[in-house]
């Protein structure tokens, strides 16, 4: 016969911690410097797939790559693209 255990730490579920890491928040197009994807995507109004899609096919500016894992973006080049994307040019 199998025993059952009615020890309450092996009968209730474990906790998750709650996640101390702040993500990233998505912000209007300061007047200079750079911006992430996010924000970026929502300058666009497109989304960060739709973004990465645009960069491989030569479209959208590629960034600035900060680290392995960082990217950024000139605000001055986003407002180029806006404006290309508002001409029709692209």
């Given at each position: 016969m199998a025993r059952t255990s009615t020890h309450p730490a092996l009968t209730t579920k474990p906790t998750t911690k709650p996640r101390k890491r702040k993500t990233y928040v998505a912000t209007g197009l300061p007047s200079e410097g750079f911006v992430r994807?996010?924000?970026?995507?929502?300058?666009?109004?497109?989304?960060?797939?739709?973004?990465?899609?645009?960069?491989?096919?030569?479209?959208?500016?590629?960034?600035?790559?900060?680290?392995?894992?960082?990217?950024?973006w000139d605000v001055a080049e986003i407002r180029a693209l806006i404006e290309k994307i508002k001409r029709g040019e692209i």
């Open positions: 994807l996010p924000t970026v995507a929502k300058a666009l109004g497109i989304s960060a797939n739709s973004i990465y899609n645009g960069i491989k096919a030569g479209k959208y500016p590629p960034g600035i790559l900060l680290s392995s894992r960082t990217r950024v």
